[in-house]
């Protein structure tokens, strides 16, 4: 247990960053699930508007730390991947 205040605050906070920080990559996750849903059911059109509406919620979550750029960087080239290949299908 913390002794100094200044320890008791931090974990206070930590805490409440824990909140928001699950709160952020479980919008992310949600984001990137409606790319693959589309994907798999081979709605092409559905998922480029899937995409677009990801890579925002992909990078805003590099920007604010929950996820590294360059764990971005390779979700948005695989989604981007298979988008263009559900394309290219048809």
């Known amino acids: 247990m913390a002794n100094h205040k200044s320890a ?8 409440r960053r ?7 990559m479980s919008r992310i996750r949600t ?6 849903t589309a994907v798999e059911a081979g709605d092409a059109k559905a998922a480029d508007e899937a995409l ?3 890579q925002p919620e ?3 979550g590099a ?3 929950v996820l590294k750029k360059k764990t971005v960087a390779r979700k948005m080239s ?3 991947a298979r988008v263009k290949a559900l ?4």
Request: aromatic share 6%; no cysteine.
């Open 52 to 54: 677009r509406a990801a």
């Open 31 to 36: 984001y990137v699930k409606k790319v693959m």
């Open 18 to 24: 824990a909140v928001i920080n699950g709160n952020r």
């Open 63 to 65: 920007a604010k730390g």
């Open 87 to 90: 394309k290219t299908q048809k």
């Open 8 to 15: 008791k605050t931090r974990i206070r906070r930590n805490e």
């Open 58 to 60: 992909l990078y805003r």
């Open 78 to 80: 695989r989604l981007s």
